[in-house]
């Protein structure tokens, strides 16, 4: 049987798509979804508390199959990277997440590191709120611009894709980043400031090569017209680094900056 949101193929002992979370309805279920549906919005305000919390529940079982096929992909990229790149659709949510969860993981990391360095240990360390949630914001929006500039450089190529799609494996791709950025939260509290650094540029090289490879998995989609394929990811980056020396460097000059006061405001102590 298949999914009847992402259509996915699903075994029949499956209560939940693993892709994106929908009910499945089995031969033995319910009947027709949308006259489900239908019934649950009309009598919604006559449900008992009971069948309220079976609905509390039914979420958390979405949740929880969410939650089980996100890492069940997470192994599968991380094993084999380029499964990822035939991704549809239907992937709109692990790679969602994964992005979110890099955005999320990177800041932590940055200020682990920063909180940990012997100097801002003597003064007392620095505020949560100083970093996390500025460099967060960067780093959101610059995963939102990398979509963006993948999905117009493809449509400059003539080729035939959904954005979903597009976040699909693209952010399918950065869970090898993700990862990465999760050994540097460890790595920043316990500040070995080398293998710190390292880490970070393995992050941008890996990256980097998402961007890449995302691209190129539509090789099979790209149409004689157009752009050549192999001018795609250089389009994409070129809109990508414009956007980041224009906002993004702006945002991390302010931020900095408000570092560097801090700095000067500790050597008066």
């Known amino acids: 049987m298949n999914c009847p949101n992402c259509h996915k193929e699903a075994s029949p002992n499956e209560k939940f798509c693993t892709a994106c979370g929908t009910k499945l309805h089995t031969q033995f279920g319910e009947g027709n979804p949308s006259s489900e549906s239908h019934s649950d919005h009309t009598n919604v305000q006559a449900q008992p508390p009971s069948q309220q919390a079976s609905q509390g529940d039914t979420f958390s079982n979405q949740a929880t199959t969410f939650g089980k096929g996100f890492a069940q992909t997470c192994l599968a990229v991380l094993k084999y990277p380029t499964s990822i790149s035939q991704a549809g659709a239907s992937g709109f949510g692990h790679g969602l997440a994964a992005l979110l969860l890099f955005s999320v993981f990177m800041p932590l990391a940055i200020y682990a590191f920063i909180q940990n360095m012997p100097f801002f240990s003597a003064f007392g360390g620095v505020s949560f709120g100083d970093i996390v949630p500025e ?17 117009v450089s493809l449509k400059i190529g003539k080729v035939q894709v959904a954005f979903k799609e597009v976040v699909a494996r693209y952010g399918g791709l950065m869970i090898i980043p993700t990862a ?62 414009l956007v980041i020396y224009f906002y993004v460097e702006g945002r991390l000059n302010t931020f900095m900056n408000g570092l ?5 405001a500790m050597n008066m102590f």
């Open 135 to 151: 460099v967060f914001l960067m780093i959101i929006i610059t995963q939102a611009v990398v979509v963006g500039s993948i999905f």
């Open 180 to 241: 990465l950025s999760l050994l540097l939260i460890f790595i920043g509290f316990v500040n070995i400031t080398t293998l710190f650094w390292w880490t970070i540029i393995l992050i941008c090289i890996t990256s980097n090569l998402a961007l890449i490879t995302a691209i190129y998995s539509y090789a099979s989609k790209k149409a004689q017209a157009g752009v050549d394929l192999f001018y795609l990811p250089v389009i994409a980056q070129f809109i990508l680094y």
């Open 260 to 264: 560097f006061e801090m700095f000067g």
